[in-house]
């Protein structure tokens, strides 16, 4: 039971994580709350699903097709939306709008291009992995879970030792001060809300062969994901990764322990997780803010 618990705590923590990767480096770079990140994982999702399951192209082939898509939507969002709303207003609230206004905008653009039923791929790997009963896991989530793992190593590796990644962590402690040792703002900003669309899209690439997509699912994503970082601490990278993974493990130890309760698990969760803030709500590893 309990390495059954704590596989599944790992499979749903490593994807959780890497969704709240994307959002917290948004909000980290931009100090911009985005409301619309579920639907672009949600749209990732549609994405490897149209290039899989209609044109008939390899699995890899949807992924890297989501990565490129909702790249190209995050850059486009923060250069023609978000930086002209940060340049002209005063009020935090106008980035907060229009975040909001973007999600409900892709919820339409994705009901017009994909519609409202739930769709999926073909398993990627077939077969279960049983050891002697304890553990029984699919060997196509095991795959999921570690190409999240892996993107997550790959993630925290380009942020530490490459010249874009230190640039963003620059722009991320202190913008001004980032700006006048020379680094372009604009341009960083650009980047990182790219990556950090990409890293939905990619989420959504990769459990679109698990649970499939949906068009009600980018609501709830984006509220799990603010709950994340909102544990680990809002704008810290290593706070969103622990954030994902104790997500990942009370979902696990909820549906497991309150399965004959039903809906009760995500009751105690949520429960949890309010006293928690109420008591750190700097989160773990954020500072006070202030």
Do not use: C
């Not at 639907?39 to 290039?51: E, N, S, W």
């Not at 390899?58 to 930086?83: C, K, Y």
């Not at 709303?85 to 339409?108: C, H, P, Q, Y």
């Not at 009600?216 to 704008?235: D, N, Y």
């Amino acid at each position: 039971m309990m390495e059954q618990i704590l596989a599944n705590g790992l499979y749903l923590g490593a994807q959780y994580a890497l969704i709240a990767l994307g959002l917290t480096l948004i909000f980290s770079l931009m100090n911009v709350l985005n409301f619309a990140h579920g639907q672009m994982y949600v749209f990732g999702g549609f994405v490897t699903y149209t290039v899989v399951a209609q044109l008939g192209l390899p699995f890899t082939v949807g992924l890297l097709a989501s990565a490129v898509v909702l790249a190209v939507m995050g850059a486009l969002i923060e250069r023609f939306l978000f930086r002209p709303v940060i340049a002209r207003s005063k009020r935090d609230e106008s980035t907060m709008l229009l975040a909001a206004g973007i999600a409900f905008f892709l919820d339409a653009v994705i009901l017009l291009l994909f519609g409202e039923k739930q769709r999926g791929v073909p398993k990627v790997v077939n077969g279960v992995f049983n050891w002697d009963m304890r553990l029984i896991m699919p060997y196509d989530r095991i795959l999921i879970a570690a190409l999240a793992v892996a993107l997550i190593v790959g993630f925290i590796l380009f942020m530490q030792y490459s010249r874009t990644g230190r640039a963003m962590r620059a722009l991320a402690q202190d913008r001004m001060a980032a700006q006048l040792m020379g680094v372009d703002v604009d341009r960083y900003s650009m980047i990182g809300f790219a990556l950090g669309a990409m890293l939905a899209g990619l989420v959504g690439g990769l459990l679109v062969t698990i649970t499939g997509i949906n068009l009600g699912m980018g609501g709830p994503t984006s509220v799990k994901a603010f709950l994340m970082i909102m544990i680990g601490g809002a704008g810290v990278i290593s706070g969103a990764i622990a954030g994902g993974f104790i997500l990942g493990m009370m979902e696990s130890i909820g549906l497991t322990v309150l399965a004959a309760y039903g809906d009760v698990t995500y009751l105690v969760i949520f429960v949890t997780l309010m006293i928690f803030l109420a008591i750190r709500p700097q989160g773990l590893m954020g500072k006070p803010w202030g």
